[in-house]
């Protein structure tokens, strides 16, 4: 009796959020829509996955032939593109601050002279640092024609001392590096950015949503009638009735809010006692043995807890769904193992329902939607800032650490890249799931008795 | 129906008197935010909060000691060298693992962001004249950590295979200080412009502080012309636009003063390059965005939908803005959207003036992208105004 009871709560509750789904598109985007659209659109905006070809000046005061050859070679190099030549540094200088060009190579006067000579003869870089992501590549680029050209200026003029090539190559260079990028070894942006980002985004939306789907009952005044449906059996042949007033109540919120906080309570109250009186065109049958419900004074936590799980349930399905997305788009051509993935899609699930509770958590301690959102956008828009996934999470300042330990994107995004892209074993992200299961059953805990506080206080519902 | 429209009636029949002039409304615009609390907390507090919350965790700015591993196979004077080098490397702090394994599992763990492999065998084939080599092993996943791990062992190996070079031109009878000037025939000197010090946050925070303006600007704008329209009172002149446009943007000008004039002076991030063009660009730019917001208020039409909407939306308009990620690179699609967006000339425009010290002239495109933004928001409100006039007629 108890279990049906639970279960009855949980299907009501669910069936109740998706009439209101149904005739509110706005919320409806936000639940189904606005998630799917921000995975493609990530994706889409990395899907080009190097980047290639910036923008570059060269200033070349020599003209000789090895100074021809480097311009040759900066051309030749994937990441950079020679623009222009100029001839003047304060030329190349308005180039840069006009941004048509990242960067200027300078190969001075005596460039040539110096190598014949056998003396050190300096390229000269000056780059727009501040432009960090340009400046990092443009660095790179140049350093390794730099270093091809010293290679072969050098192995050359060991050639002429009579040195056999192969010979040359080793002596240019005793000890040489091979520089191995363990995972991610394409340098892939998609993988890098992309698949970070969107779950960042995953978070803020179910943060949203999760402030919204709760907030909207408090602001309409509606929590107490939310309640009263899902605890009574005797509402649940009303379903049709009580929802279209509910959305009627929604519609006014559009309509003149002053005349309408004192028509509200009205109705609410009206709501709450006959859930069924004032339905405008109900296609519902006879109302007449229609008992009155009280919400109030009996709040069962079994009750309230199903019936927010059915009321989250939409959007679980929903954000569950997109993250399936996700994590395919984010599975990297190499082989991932799928004990990997699917610990990483059970950290992504874990991460959305903790979202979805957090934002309800904002909203229900503070009475109101607005707050609720102001805080979810607080402190889940900056979180990828903390994340150290641009800027590792080693280099952030002490303080910041902490804030960031608190954020649950940073676990998740440290379990994303050690499963996806680092082939860790799961055993040792585990911690990080147990955390976040942890988490999320508190949080969820937490929900329902808030959600009971409130219902306590229907004096505080309505604050916008 | 009949219950609803009525009640629609109701409201529409004794609307409260909207305020037409220019002057009146830029007051009645003042009083209203002031007046509520939720619109002050998103136009005024929430972006200096943010101006010292986000950039808090780049304070440290340059990223430096690196945790790094390294595996010595050989076990000789040579191999033992280098990994004295790389300890004395101020980008990096090493820590010694006995086989690779061990090292991989420090990397997961997160402990280590890479290491280095010295083979058995090094110090023999360097001695014997043959091909050596060491392998740098930086972990992919993190790119700005992986440059740092590869360029600290980079140094430190280059060093000491600088000196192995030497000694053995100076055995074959070269001249020690020539030797050692013909380490690399052709180095690199490396000039940072503008953000001299390659700081994180000197990079990031300028161009993020823009898209904070633009975001809670929005928000806050369409929060209040949302809470209008719930009233009724979002009807009224083209003046009464243009007076609730310059009364929103003068508070966010402000707080962009604060931004350029404190934030970025508290944080010593380079500033003030061309001051008058900067304080002229957000002249331009927070119009813009006031009026982008009053457009979006009369389409969502609630209270608290622009943050609903909003709020996710700075990362991905970020991303297109052509800071972060080179502008050519997007899809050709985006690379058109995005000048709808005013962070995407903005963004631009403002390191250039602030940071990089352009001249005017030299970010024209960037003034009048913005201007044609604004010409054509404030057309399309214009044209909402006209369109919704007629039905509310025909309504009362």
């Not at chain 1, 005061?61 to 020679?82: E, H, I, K």
């Not at chain 1, 892939?188 to 698949?195: E, G, H, K, V």
């Not at chain 1, 994303?416 to 911690?431: D, E, F, N, R, Y």
């Amino acid at each position: 009796m108890r279990l049906t009871q639970l279960s009855e709560a949980f299907i009501r509750s669910a069936a109740y959020e998706r009439r209101f789904l149904h005739k509110n598109p706005w919320d409806l985007t936000m639940v189904v829509w606005i998630p799917l659209l921000t995975v493609l659109l990530i994706w889409w905006i990395f899907s080009q996955t190097q980047i290639t070809n910036l923008p570059i000046g060269v200033i070349d005061q020599d003209n000789g032939p090895v100074a021809n050859t480097a311009v040759r070679y900066l051309d030749a190099s994937p990441t950079l593109s020679v623009r222009q030549m100029y001839y003047s540094a304060a030329e190349a200088e308005a180039a840069i601050l006009q941004r048509d060009i990242y960067a200027v190579v300078i190969i001075p006067e005596d460039f040539s002279r110096n190598i014949l000579s056998s003396k050190s003869a300096p390229l000269i870089l000056q780059v727009n640092a501040q432009y960090g992501t340009h400046s990092g590549i443009i660095q790179t680029g140049v350093q390794a024609v730099a270093g091809t050209l010293s290679a072969g200026v050098e192995i050359q003029r060991l050639i002429k001392q009579g040195m056999a090539p192969s010979q040359a190559a080793i002596a240019y260079s005793p000890i040489s590096i091979q520089r191995i990028s363990l995972f991610n070894a394409a340098t892939d942006y998609q993988q890098f950015l992309a698949s970070t980002v969107i779950p960042a985004l995953l978070h803020i939306l179910a943060m949203v949503i999760g402030a919204t789907t709760i907030g909207r009952e408090l602001r309409d005044k509606q929590l107490g009638h939310w309640y009263g449906f899902i605890a009574s059996a005797q509402a649940y042949d009303n379903l049709n009735g009580s929802i279209s007033a509910n959305i009627s109540d929604s519609a006014n919120i559009s309509g003149n809010v002053n005349n309408n906080v004192a028509d509200n309570t009205v109705q609410n109250i009206a709501a709450l006692s006959q859930p069924a009186a004032k339905l405008p065109n109900s296609t519902a049958k006879d109302n007449t043995n229609q008992k009155p419900v009280s919400t109030l004074p009996s709040v069962h936590m079994g009750v309230l807890l199903f019936g927010l799980l059915g009321k989250y349930f939409w959007p679980m399905l929903a954000y569950g769904l997109w993250s399936i997305l996700a994590l395919w788009l984010a599975t990297p051509q190499e082989s991932v193992a799928s004990s990997a993935v699917f610990a990483t899609y059970l950290g992504l699930l874990l991460l959305m329902m903790l979202s979805f509770w957090l934002g309800a958590i904002f909203t229900l301690g503070s009475f109101s939607l607005r707050m609720g959102l102001s805080a979810t956008g607080f402190i889940s828009a900056p979180s990828y800032a903390f994340a150290g996934v641009t800027f590792p999470y080693i280099a952030i300042s002490d303080s910041a650490k902490h804030w960031s330990d608190a954020l649950p994107l940073t676990h998740y995004l440290k379990l994303h890249i050690a499963q996806m892209q680092m082939q860790a074993p799961v055993a040792i992200s585990l911690p990080i799931l147990y955390g976040l299961a942890i988490a999320t059953v508190v949080a969820m805990m937490l929900t329902a008795l808030l959600t009971k506080r409130a219902l306590a206080h229907p004096e505080r519902w309505g604050a916008r | 129906m009949p219950p609803l429209s009525t009640d629609h009636n109701a409201k529409v029949t004794q609307p409260q008197p909207p305020v037409q002039g220019f002057f009146a409304s830029f007051f009645q615009t003042l009083t209203d935010v002031f007046k509520d609390k939720g619109i002050v907390l998103m136009l005024i507090i929430a972006p200096i909060i943010y101006g010292f919350f986000y950039p808090w965790p780049y304070s440290s700015e340059v990223v430096n000691h690196v945790p790094v591993g390294i595996v010595d196979k050989d076990n000789s004077d040579l191999s033992r060298t280098i990994v004295r080098y790389a300890s004395a490397s101020p980008q990096l702090d090493t820590r010694r693992f006995l086989d690779e394994q061990s090292a991989k599992e420090a990397i997961w763990a997160d402990e280590i962001a890479g290491y280095m492999v010295l083979p058995s065998g090094l110090e023999q084939n360097v001695l014997s004249g043959k091909a050596a080599s060491v392998s740098v092993l930086g972990n992919g996943g993190y790119f700005l950590l992986n440059k740092n791990v590869q360029m600290g062992f980079l140094k430190a190996v280059s060093t000491v295979s600088a000196g192995v070079k030497i000694k053995k031109s100076v055995a074959q009878g070269a001249y020690a200080p020539t030797a050692a000037q013909n380490a690399q025939a052709v180095p690199l000197q490396i000039v940072p412009l503008y953000n001299q010090t390659e700081g994180y946050g000197a990079y990031v925070v300028p161009a993020v502080s823009i898209i904070i303006l633009q975001q809670t600007l929005l928000m806050a704008t369409a929060m209040l012309i949302g809470t209008w329209y719930e009233q009724r009172r979002h009807q009224t002149s083209i003046s009464g636009w243009l007076g609730r446009i310059t009364a929103l943007s003068t508070l966010s000008f402000l707080i962009g003063c604060f931004y350029y004039g404190w934030a970025f002076e508290l944080h010593h991030y380079p500033r003030g390059q061309n001051m008058l063009g900067s304080l002229l660009f957000l002249l331009l730019f927070c119009p813009t965005v006031a009026t982008l917001g009053c457009l979006l208020g009369l389409w969502f039409r609630q209270r608290e939908r622009s943050m609903q909407i909003l709020i996710f939306s700075s990362l991905p308009m970020f991303f297109v803005s052509g800071y972060p990620w080179p502008a050519d690179q997007l899809p050709t699609f985006l690379q058109i959207v995005r000048w709808f967006i005013p962070t995407t000339p903005a963004i631009n425009t403002s390191v250039q003036l602030n940071q990089m010290g352009a001249s005017i002239s030299q970010v024209a495109t960037g003034f009048y992208a913005l201007a044609a933004l604004w010409a054509l928001y404030f057309a399309l409100l214009v044209w909402l105004r006209w369109y919704n006039a007629p039905k509310r007629r025909q309504v009362s």
